[in-house]
């Protein structure tokens, strides 16, 4: 130590605990760093040693060591999508997921793929879902797993079938099922191939040769398996219950092929029910002078016809008010009288209030049936939040008022037809008239000729739509197959607390889903799916089954349907419509039921749901005994659809959850947040994205690694947008990524890390330092992997890249790589630091991109024959490498060069010399740790500065020259968790130096410009 300063007492022991914290090189001290630490903002520093890859005109050119390297810094037009494709061949691409399977490793990741609609072109939803699933699995298997992911697709159902019958317009009239079938296959396949072909050259790994498709007969025949156990349990049965009808689509739907139309005008109205039997309460109230009439508002006044009664809540208060208009009496909620008054522009003085409950046992007269009564019935739907707090009740064309008929035993008949149109029950003004278009003009005209109607008003709302004819949809009353839900609802509840959601509000979303949900109709009147394995009579309406006694109806089915099973398994559902009844029908049964009698039943024409068909997935593809994926990963519209029908049918059937581990995506809009279609012109295409478009200046080749980026960097658990901004910047962020790896190729040149690499001890404390950092780095991207949190991975990364190398390490290193001797300790030293940046940084963002990743890879100038980095583990780091202690001396280090720098803003640093004063005490020790003498131009201390020569005292000189600039300054050293805390001041005086720049390093540190440093002397002197 100098200046005879020796700290005793607590300054001593603080001193061992930094010195123990970090171990000192033992390499001589020589320039180079900067960056960010916790603490800091570290300014750019234009040196000597950036401007020398420029000074290759002059006479030591060869004597300076530059980077080596054939990595090219960017890839452009065409190169980028060619050269993607030349990687994944010469990688192996298509053999990694083999490669893979064979090894003998303990752990398996087993991502279920959820199967895509096989109805058209590839689009930025599939990337998004695709890519993320392949992050993840490459990743897993970076860690040591064996994946199982089979990709499937999801072939049946109305998508694919009306985009057939469209396409085919008048000539679909004509076709047979069997035809319709044929077309729908052809076109599901050509759609798969487009898909498959997309997603391979996506990069996705994936057992591609053993994909798993709904229309294969081998998983058709697991379906209805699944199907008759259930049945068998008696969570299957057919009842007549109302249920979303598409009229456009003529069938059935489920919640989940609904889709909601937020701007859809319903004709919204108030109608009186003329009081017919008052309850006891009510005849206290009213004298009978002026008429009395129940005020009912609904959004569907073609419902009106098939009202069967009125719902009232018990537990609200209610009013008799008087119109001042009319004179008549309304009854309605008290707590509405005031806005329904409003509404009707007029004002309704209340004669007195009473309970629901008080309304029991009365009845009121149909608005437009004369003489028929609608009884006063309690509800616990009935809110006041909408309408009047009184429901007009229709069985046939409402959940909740379906519900209050089986209590009350009301008439459920309906009077809609499967093309959405009233019947002739209906009556002949309405009979064959569209529900929702001419017949609700003639209810309401009916409704004002009766006198019973008092307002009408336009209404936009949220309605639900066929979300394949992007038409509104009615309730409707019809006999469907249903699962009983309410019995699985429970366990399924109570499995999902197991299940880790990510993000975890996806948890409470999909229970909300559930809890909507009263039954599961699984019934569909179409052809394209998977046949509801039963059978009909010809001309009556019971099945095979109900007129088979109980004792031998169980055996009866299951022979049925085993028969079934096998012939589907065999031959594909094709069966249930190309072989005739005999046929489909075992010879046991045929003789049970009595020979020729059997004949007189034919096969059902009901199809299953195409979230049954997917939902059972699990069972025909999960491996193993145990048959649970580690994750499920899709868009957050599977809340309600494929996640809720795999768990389900798997707690139906064995009372698990099919996933341990549930991540929800948003949607892809378009870059302003808008959603995408082809009118405004914002539709992205992946194709388009990776090898152009017709007009490359606008649409250029971004390659499939740009995808992956936008996919990774994406807040993919909201929304996420696309479009020219957002893939200039993905690409632009590559372009930066590449630039680092081309400076890290290119001075790992000649290094050879079995002979060459330095401990990790005998390091540059900048050295050592990095790798401290890099720790960190590969800590944290570790973890957020393991939390799907791509974005975080990107985030992380380009900070490091950006911030810690580009701006920081690498400006200071440059002068130590370029100029020292090739075997020197100190070049040797970063030359180690480097190639672990290298090695991290790749296996980092390989995941991502792949394609970059093995580019890179194979341009490492010490792997040999250098097989796929996927090939090669995940990041290895060392403990060694923590070192706590380091970042108070670097962080004091560069609270110093700040304040030099910003002492002489925008001018070189390497026409400076500095002298840093330091009060004695413990950031005095650290301090001089990177310089032992008191002044040096080949220090660490002065590495960092950039500085032509550093010195360190002490206490402030005793003379200074006019020409000096000084800054002052604090720095608070924390060790030991805050138990070692001490505050020291610093100075910082700068002059201009009095050396000359060196014609060789372009440092200030010669005699004389025409003269070399005494370092570059040495080195020179040292090749000759």
Not at 106 to 115: A, I, V
Not at 330 to 352: C, F, H, P, Q, R
Not at 713 to 726: D, K, L, Y
Request: net charge neutral.
């Amino acid at each position: 130590m100098r200046w005879g300063l020796h700290p005793r007492g607590p300054g001593a022991v603080a001193l061992a605990t930094a010195r123990n914290l970090w171990v000192p090189p033992h390499l001589r001290c020589h320039p180079g760093w900067r960056g960010t630490t916790r603490r800091l903002l570290v300014r750019s520093v234009t040196g000597a040693s950036n401007q020398l890859q420029n000074s290759s005109n002059g006479r030591y050119r060869d004597t300076v060591l530059l980077p080596q390297t054939s990595f090219p810094m960017k890839l452009l037009g065409r190169q980028q999508p060619d050269t993607e494709l030349e990687i994944q061949q010469k990688c192996g691409f298509s053999e990694l997921y083999s490669w893979q399977r064979e090894r003998k490793v303990k752990t398996e990741f087993c991502l279920h793929d959820g199967p895509p609609y096989a109805n058209g072109d590839p689009h930025v939803g599939h990337a998004l879902n695709k890519i993320l699933k392949d992050i993840a699995n490459r990743y897993h298997m970076m860690r040591g797993s064996k994946i199982h992911f089979v990709p499937g697709w999801d072939c049946h159902g109305l998508p694919i079938e009306i985009k057939v019958l469209s396409e085919l317009g008048g000539k679909a009239q004509n076709l047979s099922a069997v035809e319709i079938r044929e077309k729908a296959r052809s076109f599901a396949e050509a759609a798969i191939e487009k898909q498959r072909s997309a997603f391979i050259r996506w990069g996705i790994m994936a057992d591609w040769n053993n994909c798993y498709y709904t229309f294969d007969g081998k998983y058709e025949a697991k379906q209805l398996r699944l199907f008759y156990q259930m049945y068998e349990k008696g969570l299957i049965y057919r009842s007549y219950k109302p249920v979303f009808w598409s009229p456009s689509s003529r069938t059935a739907l489920a919640e989940a092929e609904l889709e909601y139309n937020p701007e859809h005008v319903s004709r919204s109205i108030y109608v009186k029910f003329p009081l017919l039997k008052p309850s006891p309460k009510l005849v206290s109230l009213i004298d009978g002078s002026s008429p009395v009439s129940f005020l009912v508002w609904t959004t569907q006044p073609w419902t009106i016809p098939a009202n069967q009664a009125v719902c009232y809540m018990p537990d609200s208060k209610y009013a008799v008010v008087k119109c001042s208009k009319s004179g008549d009496l309304y009854i309605l909620a008290a707590d509405k009288v005031t806005s329904i008054a409003s509404v009707l522009e007029t004002t309704l003085e209340v004669i007195s209030t009473f309970s629901g409950v008080d309304l029991e046992n009365g009845t009121c007269t149909h608005p437009l049936i004369p003489g028929k009564a609608s009884p006063l019935l309690p509800a616990n739907h009935v809110t006041m939040t909408k309408g009047t707090g009184l429901v007009h009740t229709a069985p046939a064309h409402g959940m909740e008022d379906y519900s209050v008929a089986s209590q009350h035993n009301l008439s459920t008949d309906c009077l809609v037809d499967e093309d959405g149109v009233f019947t002739e029950v209906a009556g002949p003004e309405l009979e064959n008239k569209a529900v929702l278009e001419e017949g609700t003009d003639v209810v309401i005209k009916m409704l004002q000729a009766s006198k019973h109607l008092l307002k009408e008003e336009k209404l936009v709302h949220s309605y639900p739509y066929d979300w394949r004819t992007k038409k509104p949809v009615v309730i409707r009353a019809s006999k469907q197959w249903f699962v009983n839900i309410t019995d699985i609802k429970a366990t399924a509840k109570e499995l999902l607390k197991k299940v880790k959601f990510i993000p975890g509000s996806a948890l409470n979303a999909m229970v909300e889903t559930m809890d909507r949900r009263p039954y599961w109709c699984i019934s569909r009147q179409r052809v394209w799916g998977v046949p509801i394995p039963v059978f009909h009579h010809k001309t009556k309406d019971e099945f095979l089954i109900n007129r088979i006694g109980m004792s031998i109806m169980s055996t009866i089915i299951g022979q049925t349907t085993e028969h079934v099973i096998k012939l589907v398994e065999q031959h594909g559902s094709d069966v249930w419509w190309t072989h005739p009844p005999e046929q489909l029908l075992p010879q046991e049964v045929l003789s049970q039921v009595g020979g020729p009698d059997a004949l007189e039943y034919v096969p059902g024409q009901d199809i299953l749901d195409i979230w049954f068909d997917s939902g059972t997935s699990w069972s025909c593809v999960l491996p193993g005994t145990d048959q649970r994926a580690d994750l499920y990963l899709e868009g957050k519209d599977q809340l309600g659809g494929w996640f809720q029908s795999s768990l389900l049918t798997s707690v139906a059937t064995r009372k698990k959850a099919p996933f341990k581990t549930v991540v929800v995506h948003g949607f892809t809009l378009g870059e302003k947040g808008e959603k995408m279609s082809k009118s405004l012109g914002n539709v992205i295409d992946p194709d388009v994205v990776i090898n152009g478009g017709q007009d490359q200046s606008k649409e250029p080749p971004y390659g499939a690694d740009v995808l992956r980026w936008w996919v990774a960097e994406s807040n993919v658990f909201t929304e996420v947008t696309i479009g020219p901004a957002a893939l200039n910047a993905a690409r632009d962020d590559i372009n930066k990524l590449r630039n680092t790896l081309r400076f890290l190729l290119g001075n790992v040149s000649g290094f050879n890390p079995e002979t060459d690499a330095i401990p990790v001890n005998d390091m540059y404390v900048i050295d050592q330092y990095m790798l401290h950092l890099l720790q960190d780095l590969a800590n944290k991207i570790t973890d957020s992997y393991k939390q799907y949190d791509f974005g975080k991975v990107v985030r992380l990364l380009r900070a490091f890249y950006t911030r810690e190398l580009s701006n920081f390490y690498f400006s200071i290193i440059k002068d130590r790589l370029y100029c020292e001797s090739a075997g020197d300790p100190g070049r040797r030293s970063c030359q180690t630091a480097l190639a672990e940046i290298l090695d991290v940084m790749v296996r980092s963002f390989a995941p991502i991109l792949p394609h970059l990743a093995e580019e890179a890879f194979r341009h490492i100038p010490y792997v040999k024959e250098p097989k796929s980095v996927f090939r090669t583990g995940w990041i290895r780091t060392s403990s060694i490498w923590k070192k706590p202690g380091l970042e108070e001396a670097i962080e004091g280090a560069c609270a110093m060069r700040d304040s030099f720098l910003g002492s002489i803003p925008g001018k070189n640093a390497a026409e400076y010399q500095v002298t840093i004063v330091i009060e004695p005490g413990l950031l005095f020790e650290i301090i001089e740790m990177l310089q032992a003498e008191e002044t040096s131009s080949t220090s660490q201390l002065n590495e960092l500065m950039m500085a032509s020569q550093t010195t360190l005292l002490p206490e402030e000189p005793r003379t200074l020259t006019t020409d000096v600039i000084e800054r002052k300054g604090t720095f608070l050293i924390n060790l030991e968790g805050g138990d070692i805390r001490e505050e020291s001041s610093y100075k910082v005086i700068v002059r201009p130096t009095t050396k000359e720049k060196c014609p060789r390093c372009w440092k200030y540190t010669a005699d004389s410009s025409d003269a070399l440093c005494p370092r570059c002397t040495q080195v020179v002197a040292g090749r000759e």
